[in-house]
């Protein structure tokens, strides 16, 4: 083939002239196309004390790994031939629409992954029509949360305090506060074994030594965020010289039983979900005595270590609770739409997504974080359409096998 120098024509045709930065965090948000992509993203832009607390897990973090390797395990048996021109992601979930069929997952102290913490999570949520949960644990009060989206739909999960009625007095200021649903979390007898936390002297508030110092140094804008706003603390709480694991040992009540549940379902009025059990048998009690749902979950990896993914165990609870009317969430693991989607074809109602959103919010804020909803909702979508499904109640057990 004869060779020739490239013509001007050719040239302007071929090579794109680079686009003027709008704003250097968005526009590398933006370029990320996964939830991967945001981690990479969060991992250069926040200290390794704070990425550390959000992203690592209990123990030799198994528990963790397995959440995410049983979503990858799944098999998708697409259906063709289907007209899946328009897609409807809406569902119902405690009696209230969603716009999608996936929340935010309760987690706390998201102050210290960026400076808006729960503030900018529940607005990304609200804007995407979507519920959002606020932990016991959370860096923003109940009051500001709620103060920050009056329009979101708003849950709240509890830790029973060994001070009962301190906890009293949470429920009634989230039921002031319009929270329509509380979370009993039930995996938390004391605090898992954090390792990362343990290596890098993970305080609350977080404090420094002089190596941590120079290392938070390379953050600038996070450090000059948190040098210039309030410290990152729990809101509920008062301050405390040490890890968050040493703080659930202390403060949360490890006599827990299923009779606190009774006593809990006569003082909340409101919807009642038991978070954090992955026994059938569990879930079938909790229902049996008032609870009108379940969360599936590992807690995200971060108590009980070498626990299964909570994603092989929901068939089994999904098929206990069959026709008591009971709702069945999961989370744990969720790293994109196609995760979601799967749960809800091994027989989720809803699913609750934490760190995935999490990622978001490290690599720009609000902004970010409504890009990982963004990212979230369109796999959904996507996946959907491939499968040969145009709406979420048409996706079913027979779309899937878990491997």
């Given at each position: 083939m004869k060779r020739q120098w490239p013509s001007p024509t050719f040239l302007r045709e071929t090579l794109r002239p680079p686009r003027p930065s709008r704003h250097p965090v968005r526009d590398r948000v933006d370029r990320a196309t996964?939830?991967?992509?945001?981690?990479?993203?969060?991992?250069?832009?926040?200290?390794?004390?704070?990425?550390?607390?959000?992203?690592?897990?209990a123990g030799s973090e198994l528990s963790m790994a397995r959440g995410r390797q049983a979503f990858r395990d799944v098999h998708f048996h697409p259906r063709v031939l289907t007209d899946v021109s328009s897609i409807d992601l809406t569902t119902?979930?405690?009696?209230?629409?969603?716009?999608?069929?996936?929340?935010?997952?309760?987690?706390?102290?998201?102050?210290?992954?960026?400076?808006?913490?729960?503030?900018?999570?529940?607005?990304?949520?609200?804007?995407?029509?979507?519920?959002?949960?606020?932990?016991?644990?959370?860096?923003?009060?109940?009051?500001?949360?709620?103060?920050?989206?009056?329009?979101?739909?708003?849950?709240?999960?509890?830790?029973?305090?060994?001070?009962?009625?301190?906890?009293?007095?949470?429920?009634?200021?989230?039921?002031?506060?319009?929270?329509?649903?509380?979370?009993?979390?039930?995996?938390?007898?004391?605090?898992?074994?954090?390792?990362?936390?343990?290596?890098?002297?993970?305080?609350?508030?977080?404090?420094?030594?002089?190596?941590?110092?120079?290392?938070?140094?390379?953050?600038?804008?996070?450090?000059?965020?948190?040098?210039?706003?309030?410290?990152?603390?729990?809101?509920?709480?008062?301050?405390f010289p040490g890890s968050v694991s040493d703080l659930i040992t202390e403060m949360f009540d490890a006599s827990l039983t299923f009779d606190d549940l009774t006593w809990l379902r006569s003082v909340w009025k409101g919807r009642l979900l038991v978070k954090g059990l992955q026994d059938p048998r569990d879930a079938r009690r909790a229902v049996g005595l008032g609870a009108d749902g379940v969360v599936v979950s590992s807690h995200g990896g971060r108590q009980l270590d070498r626990t299964t993914a909570p994603l092989r165990q929901l068939p089994a609870v999904r098929q206990v609770l069959d026709g008591t009317g009971a709702e069945v969430l999961v989370d744990s693991g969720v790293m994109s739409g196609a995760d979601i989607v799967a749960a809800l074809a091994l027989g989720a109602d809803f699913v609750l997504v934490g760190r995935a959103y999490l990622y978001g919010l490290m690599a720009g804020g609000e902004y970010g974080a409504t890009r990982a909803l963004t990212i979230l909702e369109d796999d959904i979508r996507r996946t959907m359409q491939l499968l040969g499904v145009a709406s979420v109640r048409e996706i079913t057990p027979d779309l899937v096998t878990l491997g």
């Open positions: 996964s939830i991967e992509d945001l981690r990479d993203i969060a991992r250069r832009r926040v200290p390794g004390v704070a990425y550390d607390y959000m992203d690592g897990a119902t979930i405690g009696g209230a629409p969603s716009a999608l069929p996936f929340g935010i997952a309760p987690i706390g102290l998201t102050r210290l992954l960026h400076h808006e913490g729960e503030a900018a999570g529940v607005r990304a949520a609200a804007a995407a029509g979507i519920p959002f949960a606020l932990s016991t644990m959370s860096s923003v009060s109940l009051e500001d949360v709620a103060a920050a989206a009056p329009g979101a739909r708003r849950w709240f999960q509890l830790y029973l305090w060994k001070d009962r009625a301190a906890s009293v007095e949470l429920m009634s200021r989230a039921s002031e506060q319009g929270y329509d649903t509380l979370l009993l979390a039930v995996d938390t007898p004391v605090g898992g074994h954090r390792r990362r936390d343990v290596h890098n002297g993970m305080t609350i508030p977080p404090s420094f030594g002089i190596r941590d110092a120079a290392r938070v140094a390379t953050r600038p804008v996070w450090l000059a965020n948190f040098l210039t706003t309030e410290p990152p603390a729990f809101a509920s709480l008062k301050s």
